[in-house]
């Protein structure tokens, strides 16, 4: 029989936050994105990645759910699962799963599970450059937005965005470093990695990667389901060949009356009343998929989206346009071009019509959206403020 050597390398999954930004009613981590748990998800990478001990920092009251979870995605390697309980703060649950470290153990990563996606890759380039004799290291992304520094409402600045990166987890760090440094620490810091600077030791980068987003938001959690779920194999009606582009009518209607603020054309408009629907009730974007998959032979949005699927209860436009993007490839076919109108007598369209667009745009892909908005002269129920419509037409061209 085979001796399995101790492992070195420890992971940390900090798994004790509320998620109270998720409107969930059971711990962030345990909020499901398929059939598995976000915490489930998390475990996967770290088990994809070299051996190491796994130390699982649960919610008082479900280390019984989180040694499950462990357990089923450690397999063959179940000795090396440790489940704790955290503590009042991040910080304290971090604390808790130091105090768990076996004697033999070199290395700490301290990961996140709400970065439940984060790929295996980036655990070995974080524990590559601590074997190096980095003391404290962090994987970065690069900020692609342009960032204002605020007076209240107002712009009083640009940060120069080419000297920030975006700070993701597994951080690692050498692990008498990390215990001096949790010893040291005598307030709350927004990371392990500030502890250490706290502290007076240098913290090093690797490259993060996109996949290892954190689930904050309803918004955050949307994008997770859309890539964990298997995109189903889409068979076209017998003699029909995707040759030339092809041409699809999408329309949808909502009225006003939902929870919340009004979400349209993947934005949202603060101060506006809300549209009620299954999702967020973004007639638009509803639009928009229906008119792709008409386009592509593939249903109505109905088919795919429809009040029996829960994962898009509340869901926003950015979730059902990329999995319509992932129907219309399966099928093979990719968004041409989409054209949509909107009748409404609110909101005013027109000072924002060219960031609905490129949202629009953005989460078909890069392809080219274009937005019209119309009132109908106090005709109708859009022409009265009660709801809203939406008509598209999009244009999908086959990709083989």
Excluded: C
Excluded at 143 to 156: C, N, Y
Excluded at 244 to 265: K, N, Q, Y
Excluded at 362 to 367: E, Q, T, V
Excluded at 388 to 395: I, N, P, Q, S, T
């Amino acid at each position: 029989m085979s001796i399995v050597p101790v492992p070195r390398v420890a992971v940390i999954v900090v798994a004790a936050g509320s998620g109270t930004r998720l409107e969930s009613d059971v711990p962030k981590a345990f909020v499901g994105l398929d059939e598995h748990t976000i915490l489930r998800h998390a475990l996967r990478g770290v088990f994809d990645a070299p051996s190491a001990q796994v130390i699982v920092v649960a919610p008082a009251g479900r280390e019984g759910d989180a040694l499950t979870d462990a357990q089923e995605a450690a397999g063959d390697r179940r000795d090396l699962v440790t489940v704790v309980t955290g503590g009042s703060s991040r910080q304290a649950s971090v604390a808790a799963g130091i105090a768990a470290l076996w004697g033999d153990i070199e290395y700490v990563l301290v990961h996140d599970a709400a970065r439940a996606l984060t790929p295996p890759e980036v655990f070995s380039r974080v524990t590559a450059a601590l074997e190096a004799g980095a003391p404290g290291v962090v994987p970065v992304m690069p900020v692609v937005d342009t960032i204002r520094q605020m007076d209240g409402d107002a712009i009083v600045g640009v940060v120069d965005r080419a000297s920030l990166r975006a700070a993701q987890t597994p951080q690692g760090f050498a692990r008498g470093v990390l215990e001096r440094a949790y010893a040291l620490a005598d307030q709350e810091y927004t990371d392990d990695a500030a502890v250490l600077a706290a502290a007076g030791h240098t913290v090093t980068t690797v490259a993060g990667d996109p996949a290892a987003f954190k689930i904050t938001t309803r918004a955050d959690l949307e994008r997770a389901r859309t890539l964990v779920s298997p995109v189903p194999h889409v068979t076209l009606p017998a003699g029909d060949s995707p040759l030339s582009p092809r041409v699809g009518i999408g329309t949808d209607v909502h009225a006003f009356g939902g929870e919340g603020t009004l979400w349209l054309a993947g934005l949202e408009w603060p101060g506006e009343t809300a549209l009620s629907g299954h999702s967020d009730g973004d007639a638009v974007a509803h639009a928009i998929v229906d008119a792709l998959l008409a386009a592509a032979g593939l249903g109505d949005i109905g088919t795919h989206f429809g009040t029996d699927r829960p994962e898009y209860d509340g869901a926003h436009a950015e979730a059902f346009l990329d999995r319509t993007l992932a129907l219309l490839a399966e099928a093979g076919f990719r968004v041409g071009n989409v054209s949509v109108q909107v009748q409404a007598r609110r909101p005013r369209f027109a000072p924002r019509r060219a960031e609905a667009e490129a949202a629009l745009s953005r989460a078909l892909g890069g392809a080219p959206v274009s937005v019209s908005a119309t009132t109908t002269d106090g005709l109708g129920f859009t022409g009265s403020g009660e709801g809203v419509a939406a008509y598209a037409v999009a244009m999908v061209v086959p990709t083989r």
